[in-house]
């Protein structure tokens, strides 16, 4: 087996040949948005995300709420 040194440079040629496969634009430089805002805005949009599916875990009946209806139905269902 022959071992080829690389350096940095090399890595990064590799990568940017890799990235380009696809045809898309390869990010120069560090970008326009920082750390503190990308956090902020994932922990946003996952408070909507966790209210709605609190939301929706309440509009549903629990399995304890079906059983007592349908064992209070049924004792109605007998008296008469």
Known sequence: MR???MHMTDW???LDAFLSI??????????????KMVKELAEAE???????LIREKD????DFDKTVKRLT???RGARK
């Not at 990010?27 to 750390?35: F, P, Q, R």
């Open 22 to 35: 696809n045809e898309r634009d390869i990010l120069t430089h560090a970008g326009k948005i920082s750390h």
């Open 3 to 5: 071992r080829t040194p």
């Open 59 to 62: 509009s549903l009946k629990s």
């Open 73 to 75: 139905g049924s004792k």
């Open 46 to 52: 996952y408070d909507k995300f966790n209210q709605k």
């Open 12 to 14: 990064i040629k590799k």
